[in-house]
């Protein structure tokens, strides 16, 4: 498959737990925030997303929280499975333009069974 | 519904040379953005299209240019090859234009510059 990133953060879960992924964004004036998911030999897949007048969006199995006051977004998956082994990228955007979404550099998730 | 589709998904090109690679958005999708990933620089945008029209820009020189059709299909080129050139460029393919949104990305077009 695609190698995506030969140097990043590794997470490694055992199946079933839940998994906590971070990612620092560097723009204080960015006011919308993606999670995607890469799976090898994949494009990136949306997971979620959040608005910065929010500090908290649910989705299925996924949890995403945003911290504005120290620039920090968490992507929190329950019940952790094999399938959700995958590189996972934040990004941040300003001024709802697609020029200006900036991508985080990644971190591998690898789900033990 | 058929996703987005690139192609080729594989591609060896020779320094100098220049390379078009397409993408085929989700029927009914109007917006077209192209993307370079490297190992070393991450995911970062190329360009958007809609309607046939560039809506944005990113930091690329100007030997990276696209161009979308009437049918939404896109294409990009990249002129005067350079080893640095080599990254997998993916395509995704929304709905509406001009903000991130929820877009679908294609598998990607490897290239490789030797």
């Known amino acids: 498959g695609e190698s995506v990133g030969l140097h990043l953060p590794t997470l490694s879960v055992q199946e079933g737990d839940n998994s906590i992924i971070n990612c620092a964004y560097s723009?204080?004036?960015?006011?919308?925030f993606i999670w995607y998911k890469q799976e090898s030999g994949k494009g990136p897949q949306f997971i979620i997303d959040i608005r910065s007048n929010m500090d908290k969006r649910q989705g299925q199995r996924v949890t995403v929280l945003l911290n504005k006051t120290v620039k920090h977004l968490s992507l929190q998956i329950a019940a952790t499975q094999p399938g959700d082994s995958a590189v996972y990228f934040c990004a941040e955007n300003y001024g709802g333009s697609q020029g200006n979404l900036i991508f985080g550099k990644g971190t591998k998730l690898s789900v033990k069974p | 519904k058929a996703g987005v589709t690139q192609t080729p998904r594989y591609l060896i090109k020779t320094r100098g040379q220049q390379v078009t690679l397409s993408c085929s958005p989700i029927?009914?999708?109007?917006?077209v953005s192209w993307y370079q990933q490297t190992p070393g620089q991450g995911l970062q945008f190329l360009f958007e299209?809609?309607?046939?029209?560039?809506?944005n820009k990113g930091n690329f020189p100007g030997r990276f240019s696209g161009r979308q059709f009437s049918n939404s299909r896109s294409e990009m080129n990249v002129s005067t090859l350079e080893l640095g050139d080599s990254a997998l460029y993916l395509c995704?393919?929304?709905?509406?234009?001009?903000?991130?949104?929820?877009?679908?990305f294609g598998p990607g077009t490897r290239l490789t510059v030797t």
């Open positions: 723009n204080s004036a960015s006011d919308y």
């Open positions: 995704a393919s929304s709905f509406l234009a001009g903000g991130p949104g929820e877009q679908y």
């Open positions: 299209y809609f309607s046939e029209t560039q809506r």
């Open positions: 029927s009914g999708h109007r917006s």
